[in-house]
């Protein structure tokens, strides 16, 4: 018997409204399938089944606001019998949540999904995370030569046993982020996660133009810069389940990876304070005359903070060794970027500041490397900073389980067939003679034995002691002390 429970998708978050059942008491289901709907007070998420088997009866009814980790229904084995009266109308006193409020007067039957859309006025349910990854891995195996709606992409100067590894770093990133929502889904992973699925290209071009001792800041979707930067993938999913072997200890979780012997200098959850952090870094480098280059990312929805204006003008007028690379994914949680920025574009406003700034194309690989390459020796040699601003795509929504209901499918369908970064990379290496689809094949397999491998660590990792729980708070050795 498995729980289907009420994650924990936000770190503020304590309860979720039940919005619709998508299956039935006695459905089989599968693993992945979605079960419900709910709906926090950020996001509306669907929920995954955890294990494949037969769905046990619905604990609430849709209306009711359930406390998180509450269990909404179970998976059944087949033959196995579910006890009489499950409905929970109040969670124990220890788990510290607090009573279930329902909408109803009294328990209503179970509500068919497509009834309750029609009645809502919200879409039919979509399908699930791990659903559209494993569609987007079938888009990536399709590519080939003769697919003619791919955008070329060119490796000019780039040696293809190089390219070779910037694909398998990409394969890497979409592999490891497709397995990450339905783990919060399921309750592995606390406080919810924001993917780069799509944006691979970004961290990876942008990654190999550094050398060793160069530093990174990065936002609150990090996980595909973490991983560029040479971040183990057992490691980084050890820290976002929370446990002791992870990069922060357990500490960061999904929006705080820290690792600066790899030089990745953290993501951030404040909106633009990564520039800001990349900026400081850029400056010791300059005092210290260390040779290093700092990278600092900014989202487009974050050039509408004057933090990230104030950073772009010191590093101006300063001269810093700083690159600034804005991952344009034309959306600023549900908003249109377009929609949001006054000037004709993003590059022509950081140009009003007297930097150097180019656009480049975000869901190309190489051209994001020549580019940085580029801004990294002219910061180098004392010229100063430049602005990058890479138009890429996610193909997921803004957070764990967001139904997403700005933008079509066609889009996102038009972006994944025509400009999708690893089968561009892939089309361009079988072109020159450096990739065949049983060399892609074995690739795409030693990727998915790699993150099956990170998972089962992580699972499996001890929790963070409690008496560590002061270590790395301060340089100055103070302990915790009660007051008063």
Same mark, same amino acid.
């Given at each position: 018997?498995?729980?289907?429970?009420?994650?924990?998708?936000?770190? =503020?978050?304590?309860?979720?409204?039940?919005?619709?059942?998508?299956?039935?008491?006695?459905?089989?289901?599968?693993?992945?399938?979605?079960?419900?709907?709910?709906?926090?007070?950020?996001?509306?998420?669907?929920?995954?089944?955890?294990?494949?088997?037969?769905?046990?009866?619905?604990?609430?009814?849709?209306?009711?606001?359930?406390?998180?980790?509450?269990?909404?229904?179970?998976?059944?084995?087949?033959?196995?019998?579910?006890?009489?009266?499950?409905?929970?109308?109040?969670?124990?006193?220890?788990?510290?949540?607090?009573?279930?409020?329902?909408?109803?007067?009294?328990?209503?039957?179970?509500?068919?999904?497509?009834?309750?859309?029609?009645?809502?006025?919200?879409?039919?349910?979509?399908?699930?995370?791990?659903?559209?990854?494993?569609?987007?891995?079938?888009?990536?195996?399709?590519?080939?030569?003769?697919?003619?709606?791919?955008?070329?992409?060119?490796?000019?100067?780039?040696? &293809?046993?190089?390219?070779?590894?910037?694909?398998?770093?990409?394969?890497?990133?979409?592999?490891?982020?497709?397995?990450?929502?339905?783990?919060?889904?399921?309750?592995?992973?606390?406080?919810?996660? %924001?993917?780069?699925?799509?944006?691979?290209?970004?961290?990876?071009?942008?990654?190999?133009?550094?050398? &060793?001792?160069?530093?990174?800041?990065?936002? %609150?979707?990090?996980?595909?810069?973490?991983?560029?930067?040479?971040?183990?993938?057992?490691?980084?999913?050890?820290?976002?389940?929370?446990?002791?072997?992870?990069?922060?200890?357990?500490?960061?979780?999904?929006?705080?990876?820290?690792?600066?012997?790899?030089?990745?200098?953290?993501?951030?959850?404040?909106?633009?304070?990564?520039?800001?952090?990349?900026?400081?870094?850029?400056?010791?480098?300059?005092?210290?005359?260390?040779?290093?280059?700092?990278?600092?990312?900014?989202?487009?929805?974050?050039?509408?903070?004057?933090?990230?204006?104030?950073?772009?003008?010191?590093?101006?007028?300063?001269?810093? &060794?700083?690159?600034?690379?804005?991952?344009?994914?034309?959306?600023?949680?549900?908003?249109?970027?377009?929609?949001?920025?006054?000037?004709?574009?993003?590059?022509?406003?950081?140009?009003?500041?007297?930097?150097?700034?180019?656009?480049?194309?975000?869901?190309?690989?190489?051209?994001?490397?020549?580019?940085?390459?580029?801004?990294?020796?002219?910061?180098?040699?004392?010229?100063?900073?430049?602005?990058?601003?890479?138009?890429?795509?996610?193909?997921?929504?803004?957070?764990?389980?967001?139904?997403?209901?700005?933008?079509?499918?066609?889009?996102? =369908?038009?972006?994944?067939?025509?400009?999708?970064?690893?089968?561009?990379?892939?089309?361009?290496?079988?072109?020159?003679?450096?990739?065949?689809?049983?060399?892609?094949?074995?690739?795409?397999?030693?990727?998915?034995?790699?993150?099956?491998?990170?998972?089962?660590?992580?699972?499996?990792?001890?929790?963070?002691?409690?008496?560590?729980?002061?270590?790395?708070?301060?340089?100055?050795?103070?302990?915790?002390?009660?007051?008063?």
């Amino acid at each position: 018997m498995r729980e289907v429970a009420i994650p924990a998708v936000g770190f =503020a978050m304590t309860e979720a409204v039940l919005l619709a059942w998508a299956k039935q008491p006695g459905d089989a289901v599968s693993a992945g399938d979605v079960v419900a709907e709910i709906e926090t007070d950020k996001t509306t998420a669907e929920l995954e089944a955890p294990a494949s088997g037969i769905l046990g009866r619905h604990r609430f009814a849709p209306g009711d606001v359930v406390p998180v980790g509450t269990a909404l229904t179970v998976i059944l084995v087949p033959g196995e019998v579910e006890a009489a009266d499950p409905r929970v109308t109040e969670t124990p006193t220890a788990t510290g949540a607090g009573e279930v409020r329902s909408a109803l007067a009294t328990p209503a039957p179970p509500v068919a999904t497509a009834s309750v859309a029609a009645t809502s006025g919200r879409p039919p349910q979509r399908e699930s995370p791990r659903q559209r990854a494993a569609k987007g891995r079938s888009a990536v195996e399709s590519a080939t030569p003769a697919s003619a709606a791919i955008e070329p992409l060119r490796l000019d100067g780039i040696a &293809p046993g190089e390219a070779l590894r910037w694909l398998r770093e990409m394969v890497l990133i979409r592999d490891f982020e497709g397995r990450v929502d339905p783990l919060v889904l399921a309750g592995k992973i606390a406080g919810g996660a %924001h993917l780069s699925l799509g944006q691979e290209a970004v961290a990876v071009g942008v990654a190999s133009a550094l050398r &060793p001792g160069d530093l990174m800041s990065g936002t %609150h979707r990090s996980h595909h810069h973490a991983l560029a930067m040479g971040i183990p993938a057992t490691i980084l999913m050890a820290e976002l389940f929370g446990r002791a072997p992870g990069t922060n200890g357990g500490r960061g979780g999904s929006m705080h990876v820290t690792d600066p012997a790899r030089g990745f200098i953290g993501g951030n959850g404040i909106v633009g304070a990564g520039l800001g952090i990349a900026l400081g870094a850029a400056l010791s480098a300059n005092v210290r005359r260390s040779g290093q280059i700092a990278i600092g990312f900014v989202g487009d929805g974050g050039v509408n903070t004057g933090r990230t204006w104030e950073s772009v003008n010191l590093a101006t007028v300063w001269k810093l &060794p700083l690159v600034i690379v804005c991952e344009n994914n034309l959306y600023a949680v549900e908003t249109a970027t377009a929609k949001l920025t006054s000037s004709a574009s993003i590059v022509e406003r950081a140009a009003g500041f007297g930097i150097r700034a180019e656009a480049v194309d975000g869901q190309d690989v190489a051209e994001v490397h020549r580019a940085v390459a580029s801004a990294a020796e002219r910061a180098r040699a004392g010229e100063g900073p430049t602005f990058l601003e890479a138009r890429t795509y996610r193909y997921e929504g803004h957070s764990t389980g967001q139904a997403i209901t700005y933008r079509t499918d066609e889009e996102v =369908a038009t972006w994944r067939t025509t400009r999708d970064p690893i089968s561009r990379m892939r089309v361009a290496l079988t072109e020159v003679g450096a990739l065949d689809d049983p060399a892609f094949e074995a690739l795409e397999s030693s990727v998915r034995d790699e993150v099956d491998a990170a998972v089962a660590f992580a699972d499996a990792a001890p929790w963070p002691d409690t008496a560590d729980v002061t270590k790395g708070v301060t340089a100055l050795g103070e302990t915790v002390r009660r007051l008063g």
